[in-house]
Every structure is written in C-alpha cells, then in structure tokens.
C-alpha cells in the first residue's frame, strides 16, 4: 500500500518582511499565515517546526494506540506533545532533536510494560523513522494510575 498524502506553501517578499502560507489537502490548515516573526520571534502563528511537531505526536501516538491494541490494552487517553528544537549550526539552522512527552491512562498495564511499549512506539513511528539519524528523539512517557 502507498498513500500520498499532500500540503504546499506560498511565499512572497524577502525572508524578514515576507510573508507567506501553508495549505493541507485536508483544508485543516488553508491559506494559513507564517513568517520570520512566527518562526524566530516568538509572534503568535504557526512555523514549520510547530507543524513538524503536531505531525510526530500524532504519529507516535497513533503507532503506540496500535502496539498497545497488540498487547490487548486499550487507552482510556493519550496526551502527546513534540518539543521541537531548531538550532544555529555553522551551515545553517536544523532540527537537533524532539522530545516526545506522554500522558496516558492505561488501564491493565504496569509502568515497565508502557515505557516498553512507548520506546516501541517511538522508534517505529513513520515520522520518528524519518528523523532517525538527523535528529536525537526523546520520550518521557507517564503511566497515569
């Protein structure tokens, strides 16, 4: 099976006082404004990092939803936030790393069973996979009981 999933962005000006957009096939996001200011600055909008991040919580937790389903135990709930870091490096900027923190209420599992289960997760996750080798991936993953 192959899915194709697509998104763009429009921009016009120079990097500074440009502006531009990012648009999901899906329409979650259309003609949505980003710029330097959202992406350095600290002003309120969305960055590429912010969308990178929504991206591998969601995908992390999904994939973990399917390997606890293995394990026969089904989340009551899973909370999931990507810190993204984008760093200065000598030829430019990069993400250096993304750290996943956990939240889930679990019931049937133990806390050594849910971090295995989690790790599993985290290192198999389409998106974690995409930044294997790029950028260093860390999870704190908290059984609530």
């Known amino acids: 099976m192959k899915i194709t999933k ?7 000006g120079n990097l500074k006082e440009g ?8 329409g ?8 330097f200011n959202t992406r350095f ?21 999904m994939a973990l939803s399917m390997i606890l389903g293995e394990s026969k135990l089904i989340a009551d709930k899973m909370e999931t936030t990507a810190n993204v870091t984008l760093e200065k490096k000598e030829d430019g900027f990069e993400i250096t790393s993304i750290h996943l923190n956990l939240k ?15 790790n599993k997760a985290k ?3 389409p998106v974690s996979k995409l930044f294997k080798g ?12």
């Open 19 to 26: 502006k531009g957009a990012i648009s999901m096939e899906s």
């Open 41 to 61: 600055e600290g002003v309120k909008g969305t960055n590429p990092e912010e969308i990178i991040g929504a991206a591998h919580a969601g995908c992390f937790t």
């Open 6 to 12: 697509n998104a763009s962005a429009v921009w016009s």
């Open 123 to 125: 290192e198999n996750c």
């Open 104 to 118: 889930a209420k679990v019931p049937g599992a133990n806390q050594a069973q849910f971090l295995e289960l989690a």
């Open 28 to 35: 979650a996001m259309t003609n949505h404004p980003y710029g």
């Open 134 to 145: 790029n950028a260093k991936i860390t999870m704190e993953a908290m059984l609530d009981t």
